[in-house]
């Protein structure tokens, strides 16, 4: 009994040591709603001319209520110091019209090589203390049929799948190249492509929020941190057709970021990468329910996309149903370049996984292996272990019960 207390008092404290250099370094709280500018109600038609004029004159530091109805809107953009309030029982939705969100190649709603045709339906960029609050819902309708096409977004999606190039879908929310932004309360539903996508921004919260789409929805991440630093996402319930979170790197370094305190259903897990030719480090995950995820921690690059993944913490995490509870991949889908990925002071503390699963490591040589240390990792009995170039410290820890829910504090 007093070894057992030793070695969970150590546990803690190894831990504590990590989360306090791998954490968004800033003291984030739940954030407070602002106050109004001004308020609005829908007209039933075209609101896009009404929301846009409202938030170029809204004063800085106040945010325009959508306070009553069902909006419809083309492309928005948040000023800088300026929000954006969707009430409790209202709806924002996207306009379903590629023209609108074309960026000038009219490409916007077809498929190519490239698959940026569009810009998003709401943008902040630039900007300072802005951000997305309320209790409504932001539908981008890709379920809905484009206007003069025959199908929706993600029709046009699949579309891509099949012909092994890109689809111009816009994403719902993108941030670009700001600080101190928050996301808070709303919930995301039914976006054409990625849902919330941050690029190289600098103080990024994201609190209690809801993000839905149905498990064929190709490419509709959920948050996708991409060249971000101090970023939070906290208290928020995912589930949706592809990655629950995604932290990229590939127009900056993507380092301090938490996630803490999340429920994940359907999707494809807590990934990192795959492209990270700037470096992904110094990432606290803890307190994450996953329950019905094709992935739990999912760490993913290539020679092509490559570099490195390093002081990487996961604590008090439950896996259920995952196809695979631990991927840990260097050679993702094959694709090979002069990028070479690095996978190093990787920890995974306090995780229980219930159901069996493969577990995949999977480093690139000899020279190069994953580095990865296992605390109390509780796996399901006739799990399959696939292990090559893996430098693993610790062991995974077999259980037989078939207990099917976790017992973690401060889980969902």
Request: hydrophobic share 35%; charged share 15%; net charge neutral.
């Amino acid at each position: 009994m007093i070894e057992s207390h030793k070695f969970l008092v150590t546990l803690i404290f190894l831990a504590l040591i990590s989360c306090g250099a791998a954490r968004d370094l800033r003291n984030v709280t739940e954030p407070k709603t602002p106050e109004t500018c001004a308020s609005l109600k829908a007209t039933g038609g075209d609101d896009t001319k009404v929301i846009q004029k409202a938030l170029d004159s809204c004063t800085k530091g106040k945010a325009v209520a959508l306070s009553s109805g069902t909006f419809y809107s083309g492309p928005l953009t948040i000023p800088s110091g300026v929000n954006l309030l969707v009430d409790e029982g209202v709806t924002l939705k996207a306009l379903t019209d590629p023209s609108l969100y074309d960026l000038g190649a009219k490409t916007c709603g077809t498929l190519n090589e490239f698959g940026v045709g569009c810009k998003a339906f709401i943008t902040i960029h630039g900007a300072k203390s802005s951000g997305i609050y309320g209790k409504g819902t932001i539908d981008g309708q890709a379920n809905v049929t484009m206007v003069g096409k025959n199908k929706t977004w993600w029709e046009l999606s699949n579309d891509a799948l099949v012909a092994g190039n890109y689809q111009n879908n816009p994403m719902l929310v993108q941030i670009n190249d700001s600080a101190d932004i928050t996301v808070y309360q709303i919930t995301l539903i039914n976006s054409p492509f990625y849902t919330l996508t941050g690029y190289e921004t600098n103080g990024w919260t994201v609190w209690g929020i809801t993000i839905l789409a149905p498990t064929t929805a190709r490419n509709t991440d959920g948050v996708d941190p991409i060249g971000c630093q101090n970023v939070t996402i906290a208290h928020c319930y995912i589930s949706m057709g592809d990655d629950n979170v995604a932290i990229k790197a590939l127009t900056g370094p993507s380092r301090h970021i938490s996630v803490l305190n999340n429920h994940f259903d359907e999707g494809r897990g807590i990934s990192i990468g795959s492209e990270i030719p700037h470096g992904v480090s110094d990432v606290y995950v803890a307190n994450v329910t996953l329950n019905g995820s094709v992935n739990g921690i999912h760490i993913k690059s290539n020679t092509y996309r490559g570099g490195h993944v390093r002081d990487i913490t996961y604590d008090n995490l439950c896996v259920y149903r995952a196809q695979h509870p631990i991927y840990l991949e260097m050679d993702y889908v094959h694709l090979h370049g002069n990028r070479t990925p690095e996978f190093r002071r990787i920890t995974i503390n306090n995780m229980k996984a219930l159901k069996k699963g493969e577990y995949i490591i999977y480093g690139l040589s000899e020279s190069n292996p994953v580095q990865v240390t296992l605390n109390n990792v509780h796996v399901a009995k006739g799990s399959a272990f696939l292990e090559r170039f893996a430098n693993i410290t610790g062991k995974f820890i077999i259980d037989s019960t078939s207990e099917d829910r976790c017992g973690y504090a401060g889980i969902h």
